[in-house]
Structure formats: structure tokens, C-alpha cells
């Protein structure tokens, strides 16, 4: 499978009930969606159970799709403090999963995921997931049960598109700023 894309993106929405992934196949520049799903956590009364969990599911989704690259959603400040302690706890493993392979790890503001996918950041998950539906050109039963499953493909696209943006050109606006930036390079 891995030879087929250029590249393979895996994101992650983390979560302490429901986490998201996403894998996004790079071909010529293309996205197309590998896989999504979801892991479930609620079942498990125990916290640090649900890091182990989240953390030998990552390593399995990683294992099995070798991704060259993560992109994750950073937790968002919330009025409950151990909520979003819960939830850095869950981010935190997921990029040790992902670290022990030696993946290059990216996160991303909500917002700027949201901006990335439907142009607002503010959006909806069901937005994103409608407009992630018509830019990757997923069929219906595709779609998945959990929008935490398309906010974690929202991650790789994002990521995507972060990292296709060309390189702003440092390059100088006039010769006189050419020879102040290169005297070594103007002979006399």
C-alpha cells in the first residue's frame, strides 16, 4: 500500500471518550482518502487505561498504514480545566505513538483546520465533514458514523495544504537591496 502514494498523512483528533484518525493518500499532488475511523473509550471507567488504549491503537493504525507524517489537533482551551487536561493527557500519547516512529508531527489550532477545510473558523464538525464529503469525493456510506473520525481528516487535509503552500521567497525587492544582502557576491 505504501508504495502506491507519494506520501501518507495521518491525522488526529484526540479525544478521552471518542479520537478520531484520518489517513490521507498523497498521489501527484492529489489527496484521495485512505481511512478513517474512530477509537472508542468510553466503555473504560479507568483514565489511564484510556492511554493505553489510545496509545496501542495509534501505534496499530501507524503499524499498519505507515504515514510519513502526523497532523493534530490542539486541544482547546475550556471552561473545565480537568477536562482539558484529560484531553492534553490523550493528544500528549497519541504524538508518542507517533514520535516512536520516527513521524514528523504538526498541530493545529481548531480554527485553523475549520479556516483550512470550509473557509470559516467557526464552522460546524457538520461542515467540515460536508465539505470534506465534496472535496475529497467521498460517496455517503464513506462517511463516517463519528464526525471526531472526519475532524481527524480535516487535521490531514489541512496539513496538507499547510505544507503544499510554496516557501515565501526571502529573495530582495531591488538590486540595491540584492548587494546589501550579498556583498560577497558583487565583484569590484
Not at 30 to 39: D, E, F, N, R, S
Request: positive net charge; charged residues 25%; contains cysteine.
Amino acid at each position: 500500500m505504501k508504495d502506491q502514494w507519494d506520501k501518507i498523512i495521518i491525522g488526529i483528533d484526540p479525544g478521552t471518550n471518542v479520537m478520531g484518525y484520518g489517513l490521507l493518500g498523497i498521489k501527484k499532488k492529489t489527496p484521495q482518502l485512505i481511512a478513517m475511523g474512530v477509537i472508542k473509550l468510553n466503555k473504560m471507567d479507568d483514565h489511564y487505561m484510556r492511554l493505553r488504549h489510545i496509545y496501542e491503537r495509534v501505534t496499530g493504525v501507524i503499524e499498519a498504514y505507515l504515514p510519513d507524517e502526523m497532523a493534530i489537533e490542539a486541544p482547546f482551551f475550556g471552561v473545565n480545566v480537568q477536562s482539558m487536561l484529560k484531553l492534553g493527557r490523550a493528544q500528549g500519547v497519541a504524538m508518542v505513538a507517533a514520535l516512536n516512529r520516527d513521524l514528523p508531527i504538526t498541530e493545529y489550532e481548531p480554527r485553523k483546520i475549520k479556516m483550512a477545510i470550509t473557509g470559516n473558523g467557526a464552522a460546524s464538525k457538520e461542515q467540515v465533514a460536508s465539505m470534506l464529503q465534496r472535496t475529497l469525493k467521498l460517496d455517503k456510506d464513506e462517511m463516517p458514523e463519528f464526525l471526531d473520525a472526519t475532524d481527524a481528516l480535516a487535521a490531514a487535509l489541512c496539513h496538507f495544504y499547510e505544507s503544499s503552500k510554496p516557501i515565501k521567497s526571502t529573495s530582495a525587492k531591488s538590486w540595491k537591496s540584492f548587494i546589501a544582502q550579498n556583498p560577497d557576491r558583487v565583484k569590484k
